[in-house]
């Protein structure tokens, strides 16, 4: 397991942040559309 560790935790950062970033993109959508009732 050693070779595939740093891959693995890059791995992982990138799919951390891109569920934070489609989060933060679904919470802007949620205030638009409360914004326009």
């Known amino acids: 397991m050693g070779p595939f560790s740093p891959f693995l935790a890059c ?3 990138f799919l951390l942040l891109y569920a934070l970033l489609s989060i933060k993109h679904e919470i802007k959508g ?3 559309r409360i914004h326009q009732i």
């Open 11 to 13: 791995f992982s950062l």
């Open 30 to 32: 949620l205030e638009h």
